[in-house]
T-cell receptor, first 111, second 113 residues
Framework: GESVGLHLPTLSVQEGDNSIINCAYSNSASDYFIWYKQESGKGPQFIIDIRSNMDKRQGQRVTVLLNKTVKHLSLQIAATQPGDSAVYFCAEKDSNYQLIWGAGTKLIIKP | ETGVTQSPTHLIKTRGQQVTLRCSSQSGHNTVSWYQQALGQGPQFIFQYYREEENGRGNFPPRFSGLQFPNYSSELNVNALELDDSALYLC????????????FGQGTRLTVV
């Protein structure tokens, strides 16, 4: 079946630097992608989304880039803070409105 | 806060028992999805309910069943619990549309011993 995956299981970043988390997806027909942040012991929290007719979307300190040619998503976090430590998931919504998830990338912030 | 609440937050059950997990969806949302998340893994889709009907199911056996009520709250029932059922169970509420995000509860941590 179709799947969404992540390139790196763990990413260590110096506090204050920018973080880039990558995600590959396999369903070229997917129209909608979401990034979630999950802190330990909590449910996933919506960060930002992007539709397939866009290649970039910006939020507060976060930017999502979509490259449909190579079926790749990335999440950029500017000026990473200790509170950004979490596992980050990309997910795509399929034609049945269901989310297909990757395994996640754990972001570690070094002081 | 997302407005999605799950109960209980933690639960310990014995193998072979049955369990019911509950979810109150966000106001105005008509769709509830349930996910199982093993430690260190991404959420795995169990099933989805839209207006009290199941309208999608992942690769889970029939002993995983659910209900959605007229107020769009939902239950997840698991019969004949197995050790591998130990996981975080997440509920998400949303609208039945493509370009809408899902809001998650804090999850129920189920431990089967």
């Amino acid at each position: 079946g179709e799947s969404v995956g992540l390139h790196l299981p763990t990413l260590s970043v110096q506090e204050g630097d920018n973080s880039i988390i990558n995600c590959a997806y396999s369903n070229s027909a997917s129209d909608y992608f979401i990034w979630y942040k999950q802190e330990s012991g909590k449910g996933p929290q919506f960060i930002i989304d992007i539709r397939s007719n866009m290649d970039k979307r910006q939020g507060q300190r976060v930017t999502v880039l979509l490259n449909k040619t190579v079926k790749h998503l990335s999440l950029q976090i500017a000026a990473t803070q200790p509170g950004d430590s979490a596992v980050y998931f990309c997910a795509e919504k399929d034609s049945n409105y269901q989310l297909i998830w990757g395994a996640g990338t754990k972001l570690i912030i070094k002081p | 806060e997302t407005g999605v609440t799950q109960s209980p937050t933690h639960l310990i059950k014995t193998r072979g028992q049955q369990v019911t997990l509950r979810c109150s969806s966000q106001s105005g949302h008509n769709t509830v999805s349930w996910y199982q998340q093993a430690l260190g893994q991404g959420p795995q889709f169990i099933f989805q309910y839209y207006r009290e009907e199941e309208n999608g199911r992942g690769n889970f056996p029939p002993r995983f069943s659910g209900l959605q009520f007229p107020n769009y709250s939902s239950e997840l029932n698991v019969n004949a619990l197995e050790l591998d059922d130990s996981a975080l169970y997440l509920c998400a509420s949303s609208l039945q549309a493509v370009y809408t995000e899902a809001f998650f509860g804090q999850g129920t941590r189920l431990t089967v011993v």
